[in-house]
């Protein structure tokens, strides 16, 4: 199951799942690059004891060995008292986006720790709906709001 935001035209949306056709210019043709080199992290610790692993780009058998490795690290951290994960500015979604979420779900009930998933309005919200766990799930809309509640 696959779900997408994409702008791509219907031409660039059948391309072979391994490629994404750049946009054309005028000075040269429309060049292939792996979908993985589209993924970009961050991790910021807010609070003492707080983590938050931002999640922009695609999510994807490619792209979910780098993420879930360093979801489990952050879980391992001695002092975490929450862990947030924000899926708001992913663009494309495989259902390996819902395995990553339960992984990262059952080390943090393991470990007592809540987990706040920020699935934005896109393709991992539609995906969690579509598979029927939206809500397995605690959500909040923005960052900023699961951070303001696991400071609590």
């Given amino acids: 199951m696959i779900v997408s935001r994409s702008s791509m035209s219907r031409a660039a949306a059948w391309a072979p799942a391994s490629t994404i056709i750049a946009p054309r210019t005028s000075e040269d043709a429309p060049v292939p ?12 610790w807010p609070y003492p004891g707080i983590v938050v692993v931002r999640i922009d780009g ?29 899926l708001s500015e992913v663009t494309f979604a495989s259902s390996t986006a819902v395995e990553l ?12 720790i809540p ?19 939206e809500y397995r799930f605690t959500y909040r809309n923005t960052a900023a709001e699961a951070v303001a509640e696991a400071h609590l």
């Fill in 33 to 44: 690059r792996t979908r993985h080199a589209s993924l970009r992290l961050s991790v910021e």
């Fill in 58 to 86: 695609e999510v994807d058998l490619a792209t979910v060995p780098r993420l879930t490795e360093l979801v489990r690290q952050r879980l391992k951290a001695a002092q975490l008292h929450a862990i947030i994960i924000d």
């Fill in 101 to 112: 979420l339960l992984h990262a779900q059952r080390r943090a009930e393991q470990r007592g």
């Fill in 115 to 133: 987990m706040l998933v920020v699935p934005g309005n896109g393709p991992v919200r539609r995906l969690l709906r579509m598979t029927g766990l």
